[in-house]
Each structure stands twice: as structure tokens, then as C-alpha cells.
């Protein structure tokens, strides 16, 4: 056995010096090249330990009110704008520019693809569009698409308003302070949920919401059955949650229960042909995943808005006065449509530049499939590529200026790759007008009807978080501009 071991070991070392002379000489002769022709660089890091790696770091980041991004942010002052580094046994590499993620992006499914870990197939389930192969994604992603137009949505943004507008309205009664990040998650869950199957019920929603909560939570976890783990709770949230949608689904087929709704478009295509429907688990998990997907994002990026224009007294009261001159040619007490928010001209940049500094998925990761160079720095099959939109939208050569809360940046139009808050690709976000005309609705009802106060001006971020919020989940107390305030 000694012998055996030793003798690998032998090997080893001979094939690793081997590799190295190798390595050296194509090293060299790339060197030796003219200057026509393009140099494969290594990228700069530090990989640490086997499998461990620079984890702690990343986790001492996450789990800090600085978040994640601060691990990535002092990578690059050590190392520069291409670093590499090992996180849970991954190489990870993080691309900067506009460029790298155009190759990305333009390469999704072929030199690239998702990557998954175990807990978040779990969690979502096999079929949602998050976890399946290219021929299922573009199938299931079609069938998906319809009522997420923008055409479609009309519906939605009468519901939307309708439900915003009444609570909105008793929070002010109440003169309390509340976080604005808790109820928007609250909003935009209820939406989502009466949108997508029609549930309305409190109680029911309240159940919902909390296994949504739990199999979210699940999606990052460490994969064990042991009870009292996220994991645990999360697949324990699924199998409740989905014996939930499935009795809903039974209802319907059953003729016991019927409505517009999302569900109800896919059910009525169950005598369509297989490539024209999607089968139980398709619809099951891609009803989460849409949940999952648009819930605390929406949520997030509602709550850094209010942050910014609070920050932006300028840009509140031109955003107000655009409000107000569309309410003024409305009926009283009468609901948002389409026409209106196709109207806010300067609401929507306000939406863009939210998008663009709170940056709610910080980075998009993907997979290479192969070997690869990207602007000349060498990628190999496994590593994980994540296309850094967070620094792409704060590079002041791309956005002059980036730092300050801008909306009129956007009267000019964006290089593509630059600006891209919602990905691109065959991956691009598939509710990317379902949150621009939640955030508008929102925008319109709170700067018509209100001003307010932040209740606590803390930046510290929330811990563990991988989508950026605010600890303190920015608490504010409404006031109603009808008492005369502005
Ligand atoms: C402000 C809110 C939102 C932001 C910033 C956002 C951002 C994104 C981004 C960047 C991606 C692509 C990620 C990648 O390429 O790896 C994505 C994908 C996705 N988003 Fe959103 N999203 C938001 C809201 C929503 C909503 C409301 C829904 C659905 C109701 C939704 C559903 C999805 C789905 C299903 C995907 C996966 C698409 C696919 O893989 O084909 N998102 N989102």
C-alpha cells in the first residue's frame, strides 16, 4: 500500500513538473509572439487551500453589514478590475466589463450555463426554469412569457394599485412608522399570488408566504436532512407548499374552482400538444420559482428607491410634480391604467437609475462548459464565471459620475451590455415589466399622495443577505400631501 502511494506520488510530481515545463514553454512562446497577436494572461487571486479556499473570507463578508459585495470589492483593490478566487470549492472569476459580459451573455447555453448548487434544485424543484437544459428552458420559457407582457399586465396594474392604494392609505391613518421593505415584500407577494393563481384569502396567503419564506431560505442552504437545519425546513415548506398548489390544481380540473389567472392560461392547454403545454411539475415549479424569483427582488428594489429620493430631495419633488400633473387628469379616487404609466416619462429613468444603483442581484453567475478566453484572459471548463453588474454600473467611465442618484442620465440612450439590471440573453429576467410597473405603480401612489420621513437613517446592510437591503429595512411614517405638507 506504501509502495502503491508512493509510487502515485512519483508520478505526480513527474507529471507536475512535466505540466509546469509545459506550461512554461507555451508561457514562453506566447511571449515571444508579435504583437498581432493577443496574449492569454492569467488571472490574478489567490485560490488558497484546496476546496477551502478564500470561503471564510466570503462568508465573513456575507455575514457582515458591509455585505457580500465587500468581498469582491477588496479583491479588486488588491488584485485589480479581473480577479479569481475559491469560494465552497468553486473557482470563481469575476468579469468587470461591458465586453465580458457581452461574451457571456451571447454565449448563455453554449460556452456557458447556469450554475446550480444542489440545495437550489431542491428548493425550486427540477423543472424551473433556473435548473433546466436548453431544449426544455426555451420551451417552458415561451409558454411562460405570454402573460408577462407588458399587454398582459394591464389587469395587474389595476389590481396592483387598487390593493396598494388602501394600504398605503391606512398606514397614514395610523400615523405609524413602518418598513418599507417588510411591506413591500408583503405587496408584492399578495400581488404576485393573486396574479399569478388568484389566492386573495389572508390566512391562506400568510400559509403561502411562509413556505415561500422557508424553501427560499432552503436555496442556499447545506444540503442535509437533518431537522432544525434551513435545508430541512425548506424541503419540509416544499413538499406543504406543493401539496397546497396541487389541490388547487385538482379544483380547477374538477370545475369546483375557475379564474383568469396565470394558472388557469396553463391549464387550458392540457389538450394541446406536449410541446405546446407545460406538464403538472412544469407548472408546480415554475409557479415557485416565479414567486421566488420576483418577491424579495421587486420588494428590494422598492425599498432602495424610497432610500434614494429621500437622499434626493431634487429628484423627489420633479418625480411629484410629474405624478401629480397625470392624477390632476384623472377622475378622483379612479385607478392607475397603462396609458398613465406609459406616461411617466421621468418616473420610469427614476426606476432605471434605482435599478442600476441598488443592483439587487449583484452578479450573475454562470459556468464555463469548456476551456475559453475572455479579452485575452484564459477561462478553463469549470470555473465559475460571474458577470459583475455592479461594477459595470458603477464604473464612472460608463456612468459618468456614478456615484450620485441621477434619473436624467437615462434621456440618453445606453451602449448595450452596459446597463443591465435585468441580465440579457436567453436568460433575461421574464418578469422584467411586471417589476418596472410595480415599482412605477408604487412610485406614483407614494410621491402623489404622500411625503415622508426615513425613521432611521442607518446604512448597515442586512447580514447573510445575498440580495442587498437595508438592516433597518428603511422605516418611514407617511404623511398625506392632502394636510397641506408640500
Ligand atoms: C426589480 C426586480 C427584479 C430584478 C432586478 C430581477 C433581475 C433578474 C435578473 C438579473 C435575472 C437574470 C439572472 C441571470 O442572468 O443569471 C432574472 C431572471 C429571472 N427573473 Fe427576475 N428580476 C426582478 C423581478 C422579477 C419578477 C417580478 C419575476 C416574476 C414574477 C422575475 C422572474 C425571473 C425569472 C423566472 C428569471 C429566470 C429567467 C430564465 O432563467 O430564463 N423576476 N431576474
Redesign the pocket.
Known amino acids: 500500500m506504501y509502495i502503491s502511494i508512493s509510487e502515485d506520488f512519483q508520478h505526480v510530481i513527474l507529471a507536475c513538473v512535466l505540466a509546469m515545463a509545459i506550461g512554461m514553454a507555451i508561457f514562453l512562446s506566447l511571449l515571444g509572439k508579435g504583437e498581432g497577436t493577443r496574449r492569454k494572461e492569467c488571472i490574478p487571486g489567490k485560490l488558497g487551500i484546496p476546496f477551502l479556499g478564500e470561503t471564510f473570507s466570503f462568508l465573513g463578508a456575507t455575514n457582515s453589514t458591509k455585505g457580500c459585495y465587500d468581498f469582491v470589492k477588496q479583491r479588486r483593490q488588491r488584485y485589480g478590475q479581473w480577479f479569481k478566487t475559491r469560494i465552497f470549492g468553486k473557482i470563481h472569476v469575476f468579469l468587470p466589463s461591458v465586453e465580458a459580459a457581452k461574451t457571456v451573455f451571447t454565449n448563455d447555453f453554449v460556452l456557458f450555463n447556469?450554475g446550480y448548487v444542489k440545495s437550489m434544485g431542491d428548493a425550486v424543484g427540477k423543472k424551473s426554469?433556473?435548473c433546466v437544459p436548453q431544449e426544455t428552458?426555451g420551451r417552458i420559457?415561451r409558454l411562460l412569457s405570454d402573460p408577462?407582457s407588458m399587454n398582459s399586465l394591464s389587469k395587474f396594474v389595476q389590481k396592483f394599485d387598487c390593493m396598494l392604494s388602501g394600504r398605503l392609505e391606512k398606514l397614514e391613518n395610523s400615523g405609524k412608522s413602518f418598513r418599507v421593505l417588510q411591506f413591500s415584500m408583503k405587496v408584492a407577494f399578495d400581488a404576485?399570488c393573486d396574479m399569478l393563481m388568484s389566492v386573495t384569502d389572508g390566512s391562506l396567503l400568510e400559509q403561502l408566504e411562509k413556505d415561500v419564506t422557508a424553501i427560499s431560505d432552503a436555496m442556499l442552504s447545506f444540503p442535509v436532512m437533518i431537522p432544525g437545519t434551513r435545508y430541512y425546513q425548506g424541503m419540509k415548506a416544499r413538499k406543504r407548499l406543493m401539496k397546497n398548489l396541487k389541490a388547487m390544481i385538482t379544483r380547477r380540473r374538477n370545475g369546483k374552482e375557475s379564474s383568469e389567472d396565470f394558472l388557469q392560461s396553463m391549464l387550458d392547454r392540457d389538450s394541446y400538444q406536449s410541446n405546446e403545454k407545460l406538464d403538472d411539475e412544469e407548472i408546480l415549479d415554475n409557479l415557485l420559482?416565479?414567486?421566488v424569483?420576483?418577491q424579495s427582488?421587486?420588494a428590494s428594489?422598492i425599498m432602495w428607491c424610497v432610500k434614494f429620493l429621500d437622499e434626493n430631495k431634487e429628484v423627489q419633488n420633479r418625480l411629484r410634480e410629474e405624478q401629480l400633473s397625470i392624477m390632476r387628469n384623472k377622475p378622483k379616487g379612479a385607478l392607475l391604467t397603462h396609458e398613465d404609466l406609459k406616461n411617466m416619462s421621468y418616473s420610469s429613468k427614476v426606476v432605471k437609475e434605482t435599478?442600476r444603483m441598488s443592483n439587487?442581484?449583484l452578479w450573475?453567475?454562470?459556468v464555463a462548459l469548456g476551456d475559453c478566453t475572455i479579452e485575452g484572459f484564459e477561462i478553463k471548463k469549470g470555473w465559475h464565471v460571474n458577470i459583475d453588474?455592479t461594477h459595470i454600473h458603477y464604473n464612472p467611465a460608463i456612468f459618468k459620475d456614478s456615484l450620485s442618484f441621477n434619473p436624467s442620465r437615462f434621456d440618453e440612450m445606453q451602449k448595450p451590455y452596459s446597463y443591465?439590471?435585468?441580465?440579457s440573453g436567453?436568460?433575461?429576467?421574464?418578469?422584467?415589466n411586471?417589476?418596472k410597473l410595480?415599482?412605477l405603480v408604487f412610485i406614483s401612489r407614494l410621491t402623489s399622495g404622500y411625503t415622508w420621513a426615513v425613521d432611521d437613517q442607518d446604512l448597515s446592510l442586512e447580514k447573510k443577505a445575498h440580495i442587498p437591503r437595508l438592516r433597518s429595512g428603511c422605516p418611514i411614517t407617511l404623511k398625506s400631501l392632502n394636510s397641506g405638507n408640500i
Open positions: 447556469k426554469l433556473l428552458h420559457r408577462f404576485m420559482t416565479l414567486i424569483a420576483g427582488t421587486t428594489a435599478l439587487v442581484l450573475y453567475p454562470r453588474a443591465i439590471p435585468f441580465g436567453p436568460r433575461t429576467c421574464l418578469g422584467i411586471m417589476a410595480t415599482m
